[in-house]
Nanobody, 124 residues
Framework: QVQLVESGGGLVQAGDSLRLSCVASGRTFSIDAMGWFRQAPGKEREFVAA????????YYADSVKGRFTISRDNAKNTVYLQMNNLKPEDTAVYYC?????????????????WGQGTQVTVSS
């Protein structure tokens, strides 16, 4: 099993930045792709960004492209989400996810492990 713990959420104003972190523990050798998803109140969980094992390939939702950056440090078993120029519509619970397969996916069911989520609130 793999455990994922997110941190770094908070309350910020529009235009501010936040960096989310997700630390993996357990059978981390089984992980390949990792991703971030978010879920706003009353909405379905949506894809935000994904990164492959080496960090050489990334993929973003159109809504965050150019503002968010996903990265990972495999030596620390950590994936990051740098969020710049935050907007009120970015308000959501952000979830870290990990997949055993070597596949960058925007589909949540393709990820095998999930964190508990961290709240990001952006005020206007």
């Amino acid at each position: 099993q793999v455990q994922l713990v997110e941190s770094g959420g908070g309350l910020v104003q529009a235009g501010d930045s936040l960096r989310l972190s997700c630390v993996a523990s357990g059978r981390t050798f089984s992980i390949d792709a990792m991703g971030w998803f978010r879920q706003a109140p009353g909405k379905e969980r949506e894809f935000v960004a994904a990164i492959n094992w080496s960090g050489g390939t990334t993929y973003y939702a159109d809504s965050v492209k150019g503002r968010f950056t996903i990265s990972r440090d495999n030596a620390k078993n950590t994936v990051y989400l740098q969020m710049n120029n935050l907007k009120p519509e970015d308000t959501a619970v952000y979830y870290c996810a990990a997949a055993r397969r070597r596949l960058l996916s925007i589909v949540s069911r393709n990820y095998d492990y999930w964190g508990q989520g961290t709240q990001v609130t952006v005020s206007s």
